[in-house]
């Protein structure tokens, strides 16, 4: 069933604007606050506050770097194996001299 057709469960006279992701309950816009780029509703949100939990964590500071450094070898290599086949094509063909 999409979005639109489901109704807010603390206003069922309003259609649902989002689903909580931790209770799987819809609710609508003014039920529903953004935390960590998501929608919780606010017992869930009340209950990640008390747990101290959040959805980031230190884990994934390591990511970005690792995700730049390879970026850039990416790039090198890409730059390379371009220089690489250019240098096989033959001085005369690009002097004028060949044709």
């Not at 209770?23 to 606010?42: G, I, K, N, P």
């Amino acid at each position: 069933m999409k979005l639109a057709a489901r109704r807010c469960l603390v206003h069922p006279d309003r259609e649902a604007a989002a689903r909580c992701p931790s209770c799987h309950q819809y609710y609508c816009r003014e039920c529903v606050v953004e935390h960590d780029t998501r929608f919780l509703c606010a017992a869930c949100l009340q209950k990640s506050i008390e747990a101290g939990t959040s959805r980031r964590s230190m884990d994934f500071d390591w990511l970005s770097p690792l995700r730049l450094l390879l970026g850039f070898a990416a790039a090198y290599l890409s730059l390379y194996v371009i220089e690489r086949i250019l240098l096989l094509i033959p001085v005369n063909l690009y002097n004028g001299t060949w044709f």
